[in-house]
């Protein structure tokens, strides 16, 4: 069993950068592959951002270049630091756990948080 629970989100003027934070519970968080989805007011749940338990990475188009994520096992926590944010961006903020070799496929990740709210100001 894994809880999530993120934090960080806030209100942000476009250009500027916020540091999403999920912290995990469970003592095999180290084997789990992290996600970060985000959800947009009428808008469905997307992909955002994934690290492998190995710290392998990916990224949305639309955000690569501007988001990193990454992860402290020894801490338990993953980030999400999102610089050069756009009115765009705005929205849930999601982090995710699953066992599973994928990316954007929502239904395999086994666990989820409750969410931190982003909005960017144009």
């Known amino acids: 069993q894994v809880e999530l629970v993120e934090s960080g989100g806030g209100l942000v003027q476009a250009g500027g950068s916020l540091r999403l934070s999920c912290a995990a519970s469970?003592?095999?968080?180290?084997?789990?592959?992290m996600g970060w989805f985000r959800q947009a007011p009428g808008k469905e749940r997307e992909f955002v951002a994934h690290?492998?338990?190995?710290?392998?990475?990916y990224y949305a188009d639309s955000v690569k270049g501007r988001f990193t994520i990454s992860r402290d096992n020894a801490k338990n926590m993953v980030y999400l630091q999102m610089n050069s944010l756009k009115p765009e961006d705005t929205a849930v903020y999601y982090c995710?756990?699953?066992?599973?070799?994928?990316?954007?496929?929502?239904?395999?990740?086994?666990?989820w948080g409750q969410g931190t709210q982003v909005t960017v100001s144009s």
């Open positions: 690290i492998r338990s190995g710290s392998n990475t």
């Open positions: 995710a756990a699953t066992s599973h070799l994928v990316l954007y496929t929502q239904s395999l990740y086994e666990y």
């Open positions: 469970g003592r095999t968080f180290s084997g789990y592959h």
